[in-house]
Structure formats: structure tokens, C-alpha cells
């Protein structure tokens, strides 16, 4: 990768004393994560300033997971049934929420639908796992459900194609997991899809290139996966790749910095970043400039 242009300035944003992440961000830079409890337990969170409102999908505790966030501040997540299966939900601006659940999601357990963003037009794309256990991505459009397969994407279990995020334009990002297990990026464009395999990336099975996210304006960030197992950012432009890293991060398998997501005006960029001091998951945010 190419080297970082400018000393960029990163952010440690921790909810809770148990590990936090830092999925989605605005143009105004209201977040939204997930925070661990003491046992374990994952809730959601939205942060406006120093206001922090935290919060479970209602009849559920502690397996709630968020995603994204538009500039209405409504966010995409998903949470874990008592029989293990995923269901994708909303989470409107006043509170309340609507589930978002694929019809063509398998009802296993591990099995079921992951909304993973929503753009300023009210779409939600992600995945859903069906009866084989294998990845499909879907782009929700109030209600009606789209099927999106990436060609060359595996077909066995825990393969697959997994969306990403939707512009407002209606561009998508996403990535697939081919039948050797490596993960690839991608963007489609009126049924076109161009790869995105970053510098770096592993070639092994649980390796590759990860997306993230895209901005309306055409910048990408993602994640890739080296051959020793560490997690490392990156942000293209104008398809020159620059490394993202938060400082903190450990070098050991599993370490690393795991890029989340970005604002729709491609300024912000959040994630977390894993330290082998620790082994505890910090959010963090750093402003990239548009």
C-alpha cells in the first residue's frame, strides 16, 4: 500500500469497561456501536456528544448488535433469537423499531437475517444465511426483499456474498467468499461488478480483503486480513489503496484494526482496534477529510 499522506489523529471511543465498537457514524458525527457487559452480554448504543443512550431490542437482553446509522439517525442491526437464529431490525430516530427479516433466510440456529446499514433513502442491505449456511446478500427497499450473488462466490457453507453498504445513488459495496474460503470486495453498479483485492491481503482460507464501507462521493474503506491473522485498515480513492491504522493496535493473530464504517460524505471513519495488551475491543473514530 501506498504510504498515509498526513498524520491522521484517532480517536478512542470506549463505552462500558468490557470492550465496545464504534459501526456507524453521520455526517454530523452522531455514533452508533455495540458495548459488552460484564458477562458478556451485547447491547447497542447511540452517542450525540457526550449524550449516550443505550439500548436492547425490545424482548431481548444482551444479544443486540448494531451496524449502521443514516443521517436521520436510523440504524440497522441485528440481534440473536433464544434459538440462535438472526433477525435484522431498525431502529427509527423516535425509538421505536421494525424487524427486517429476509423471507429467503434459513430459521436455524447461526442461520437467519443481518441487516448491516441503511443509506438517507431508507434502504437496508445485507445478508442473510439460508438452510445451507450459505451467504446471500439482500438490499431491502421498504419491505421488498432483491437477492444480490456475487458471480464466482462460493457456494458451501459459510461462503457467499455479504453486502456492505448502499449509496444514496444506489451503488453497492460488499464482498464474497469464494469456494477456497478467501474473501474478495466488491462494487456493483447497474448490474456491473468490478473487484477490490487490497495490497497485502492474505491467500489463504479466513484471508483476504474485507469491505466496509462507501460514501457517495466514491471512497472506500475495508479491511484486510494478512497471512499471520492481523487485521489491517484501508482507504481507496481514486483506486490508490492508503493504510488506515489505528496506532494502538496489537501485531498478534487476532490483533488489529477492523474498519467498521464510514459517514455518507466520506469525512469519518470508525471502527475498533484490538490490542494484544488487552485483548479488548476499543471503538475509535478518525476524521480522513472528504
Request: aromatic share 8%; charged share 15%.
Amino acid at each position: 500500500m501506498q504510504a498515509a499522506s498526513r498524520s491522521l489523529q484517532f480517536l478512542t471511543v470506549n463505552v462500558g469497561r468490557f470492550g465496545s465498537y464504534v459501526n456507524g457514524v453521520t455526517n454530523a458525527s452522531v455514533m452508533t456501536g455495540t458495548y459488552q457487559d460484564a458477562t458478556g452480554g451485547n447491547h447497542g448504543y447511540l452517542m450525540s456528544g457526550s449524550n449516550v443512550v443505550k439500548f436492547d431490542f425490545p424482548g431481548t437482553y444482551g444479544a443486540t448488535f448494531t451496524s449502521g446509522i443514516n443521517d436521520s439517525n436510523a440504524i440497522a442491526g441485528a440481534y440473536i433469537d433464544d434459538n440462535g437464529v438472526w433477525h435484522g431490525f431498525v431502529r427509527w430516530p423516535g425509538g421505536g423499531f421494525s424487524a427486517v427479516n429476509d423471507p429467503k433466510a434459513g430459521s436455524g440456529g447461526g442461520q437467519g437475517t443481518i441487516a448491516e446499514d441503511i443509506n438517507d433513502n431508507g434502504v437496508v442491505v445485507g445478508q442473510y444465511l439460508d438452510s445451507d449456511n450459505v451467504n446471500h446478500g439482500f438490499v431491502d427497499k421498504g419491505g421488498v426483499f432483491t437477492t444480490v450473488d456475487r458471480p464466482h462466490a462460493g457456494v458451501a457453507a459459510n461462503q457467499g456474498t455479504i453486502l456492505a453498504s448502499e449509496t444514496d445513488a444506489g451503488v453497492i459495496l460488499g464482498e464474497y467468499i469464494d469456494s477456497n474460503n478467501v474473501t474478495h470486495g466488491f462494487v456493483e453498479s447497474a448490474g456491473i461488478f468490478t473487484s477490490i483485492n487490497a495490497p497485502g491481503a492474505g491467500s489463504g482460507a479466513g484471508e483476504g480483503t474485507a469491505t466496509a464501507a462507501l460514501s457517495n462521493g466514491g471512497t472506500i474503506v475495508g479491511n484486510i486480513t494478512d497471512g499471520g491473522g492481523v487485521e489491517h485498515g484501508w482507504l481507496l480513492r481514486d483506486w490508490q489503496f492508503t493504510p488506515l491504522n489505528d496506532p494502538h493496535v496489537g501485531t498478534a493473530n487476532g490483533d488489529g484494526t477492523f474498519i467498521k464504517n464510514m459517514s455518507a460524505n466520506g469525512d469519518v471513519v470508525v471502527g475498533e482496534y484490538i490490542e494484544s495488551s488487552d485483548a479488548i475491543a476499543h471503538g475509535f473514530v478518525v476524521n480522513i477529510g472528504g
